[in-house]
């Protein structure tokens, strides 16, 4: 295992006011627009929806909502009017709603009403406030709704009159989500909070459980960390993403190679679109200087790969990770650039520093090859891949407020822009959750590494 290691060049923590100044908030309303019925239709828990899109054909009939003793519902109301504190409205949840249903007393409008109450706050904390259009070139699939269904968590609660433990069992375990919330209750202006609750919310995108090894990048950070158990082991600067067209989506993928001393397929955006092909035809010495292998296919297609070596665009290092967008992380042979403040100039892919030492961590950990047998690939010069065994998520992830490679709160640049429209979401009235998972933004494949 790699030991951990400090970010040498870190700027010092910043105030979290001086970005909140930057994006005020619309004012937000106190209240939402009451039922026009006393007896509200109850709405069944997203989980039934499809897992991509609404469903063409019509869902199956909700079952009805069970019953709630009115201690149950006090608890419930509780729960409501300190429901800030997770980052959350109270307005969103009608809680006059349901004080009118409790003093009403039992019966079937206090069943719908309290069980309407109890879904829309755990689908909220288990996948969500924001909808799915404001939360921008988003592609994580969270799969906390087929992991943690609500009806099973509702009747639970009831069974044991605990309604705070079963919202408790949604939040997320990382300690960056609980010194988030930390950090709301100090919050010293609404700016301030609301930037906060937007990056609380950030969380509960992602799964519960995000793995007990895995690798994280936060672009706005421009670092990637490796976990273990949620603690952090160590950590690389990372170039990301021009803002842009060529923006780091955010995305999730697993790790099945470590490919040492890779080769590089140039993109045909090069190859064609900038002449490259040609060039190389035209000049092989050329082509032999920089290390490419230049072919021609019986279609006319100028297929350019460059082969391993110093001057590989890939490094010494590339880790295997599918996904549609062809977004994977490796080394780079200018690692000058990793000393730069700001390191947002990549195509969209994710270079590491100290990839080499990143590779052989994850085939250690993956493939179970000694440490003397990652030294010997990475400096054979010869182009090895080195198939997983054990697997490792990656998540692309996108946190203008987090901990730092120090354990400090602080806050980052918002590069992409990617906060207002989460904070102009949350100024507006809270959206029913659909089956969409994904943004439904074009993919784009971003698999040039210049």
């Given at each position: 295992?790699?030991?951990?290691?400090?970010?040498?060049?870190?700027?010092?923590?910043?105030?979290?006011?001086?970005?909140?100044?930057?994006?005020?908030?619309?004012?937000?309303?106190?209240?939402?627009?009451?039922?026009?019925?006393?007896?509200?239709?109850?709405?069944?828990?997203?989980?039934?929806?499809?897992?991509?899109?609404?469903?063409?054909?019509?869902?199956?009939?909700?079952?009805?909502?069970?019953?709630?003793?009115?201690?149950d519902a006090q608890a419930l109301l509780t729960q409501i009017q300190t429901?800030?504190?997770?980052?959350?409205?109270?307005?969103?949840?009608?809680?006059?709603?349901?004080?009118?249903?409790?003093?009403?007393?039992e019966g079937p409008a206090l069943d719908a009403t309290a069980t309407q109450?109890?879904?829309?706050?755990?689908?909220?904390?288990?996948?969500?406030?924001?909808?799915?259009?404001?939360?921008?070139?988003?592609?994580?699939?969270?799969?906390?709704?087929?992991?943690?269904?609500?009806?099973?968590?509702?009747?639970?609660?009831?069974?044991?009159?605990?309604?705070?433990?079963?919202?408790?069992?949604?939040?997320?375990?990382?300690?960056?989500?609980?010194?988030?919330?930390?950090?709301?209750?100090?919050?010293?202006?609404?700016?301030?909070?609301?930037?906060?609750?937007?990056?609380?919310?950030?969380?509960?995108?992602?799964?519960?459980?995000?793995?007990?090894?895995?690798?994280?990048?936060?672009?706005?950070?421009?670092?990637?960390?490796?976990?273990?158990?949620?603690?952090?082991?160590?950590?690389?600067?990372?170039?990301?993403?021009?803002?842009?067209?060529?923006?780091?989506?955010?995305?999730?993928?697993?790790?099945?190679?470590?490919?040492?001393?890779?080769?590089?397929?140039?993109?045909?955006?090069?190859?064609?679109?900038?002449?490259?092909?040609?060039?190389?035809?035209?000049?092989?010495?050329?082509?032999?200087?920089?290390?490419?292998?230049?072919?021609?296919?019986?279609?006319?297609?100028?297929?350019?790969?460059?082969?391993?070596?110093?001057?590989?665009?890939?490094?010494?290092?590339?880790?295997?990770?599918?996904?549609?967008?062809?977004?994977?992380?490796?080394?780079?042979?200018?690692?000058?650039?990793?000393?730069?403040?700001?390191?947002?100039?990549?195509?969209?892919?994710?270079?590491?520093?100290?990839?080499?030492?990143?590779?052989?961590?994850?085939?250690?950990?993956?493939?179970?090859?000694?440490?003397?047998?990652?030294?010997?690939?990475?400096?054979?010069?010869?182009?090895?891949?080195?198939?997983?065994?054990?697997?490792?998520?990656?998540?692309?992830?996108?946190?203008?407020?987090?901990?730092?490679?120090?354990?400090?709160?602080?806050?980052?640049?918002?590069?992409?822009?990617?906060?207002?429209?989460?904070?102009?979401?949350?100024?507006?009235?809270?959206?029913?959750?659909?089956?969409?998972?994904?943004?439904?933004?074009?993919?784009?494949?971003?698999?040039?590494?210049?």
């Amino acid at each position: 295992m790699v030991t951990a290691s400090a970010e040498a060049q870190t700027p010092p923590p910043v105030d979290l006011t001086r970005q909140g100044a930057m994006a005020q908030p619309t004012a937000q309303p106190t209240t939402s627009p009451r039922a026009t019925s006393s007896v509200p239709a109850f709405a069944p828990p997203s989980d039934t929806v499809g897992t991509t899109v609404a469903p063409s054909v019509p869902l199956a009939v909700a079952v009805p909502p069970p019953h709630w003793s009115l201690a149950d519902a006090q608890a419930l109301l509780t729960q409501i009017q300190t429901i800030g504190r997770e980052g959350l409205f109270v307005r969103d949840y009608q809680p006059a709603s349901l004080a009118d249903a409790i003093k009403a007393g039992e019966g079937p409008a206090l069943d719908a009403t309290a069980t309407q109450a109890f879904t829309w706050i755990a689908e909220d904390l288990r996948d969500g406030r924001t909808p799915m259009d404001a939360r921008v070139q988003w592609f994580v699939v969270d799969p906390d709704a087929e992991a943690h269904p609500i009806r099973p968590l509702l009747e639970g609660a009831l069974a044991s009159h605990d309604i705070a433990g079963a919202f408790a069992s949604l939040e997320p375990t990382t300690p960056d989500y609980a010194e988030l919330r930390d950090a709301l209750a100090q919050a010293r202006t609404p700016a301030e909070a609301a930037l906060i609750r937007v990056n609380m919310d950030r969380w509960r995108w992602l799964g519960r459980d995000l793995g007990l090894i895995h690798l994280e990048v936060n672009v706005p950070e421009q670092i990637l960390r490796l976990a273990v158990r949620d603690k952090i082991i160590t950590t690389y600067r990372a170039i990301v993403g021009k803002p842009g067209r060529t923006a780091t989506p955010q995305l999730s993928a697993t790790v099945q190679n470590v490919v040492f001393n890779p080769t590089w397929t140039v993109p045909q955006s090069i190859v064609k679109g900038e002449g490259l092909g040609a060039k190389l035809l035209a000049s092989p010495a050329s082509a032999a200087r920089q290390n490419y292998k230049v072919t021609k296919t019986e279609s006319g297609m100028v297929i350019v790969v460059q082969q391993p070596g110093k001057g590989n665009a890939l490094g010494v290092m590339k880790l295997d990770m599918p996904n549609p967008h062809a977004i994977y992380i490796h080394d780079t042979p200018n690692h000058a650039l990793f000393n730069l403040t700001s390191r947002a100039l990549s195509h969209g892919c994710i270079r590491a520093e100290r990839a080499d030492e990143l590779g052989m961590t994850m085939a250690m950990l993956g493939a179970d090859i000694s440490k003397e047998q990652g030294v010997e690939y990475t400096h054979s010069g010869k182009y090895t891949k080195v198939a997983m065994t054990q697997t490792f998520p990656v998540y692309i992830t996108y946190f203008t407020i987090a901990r730092d490679v120090n354990g400090l709160m602080r806050n980052f640049a918002d590069l992409y822009g990617r906060d207002a429209p989460v904070l102009a979401s949350f100024a507006a009235p809270r959206q029913p959750h659909t089956g969409q998972r994904v943004s439904k933004e074009a993919v784009v494949k971003l698999d040039n590494p210049l």
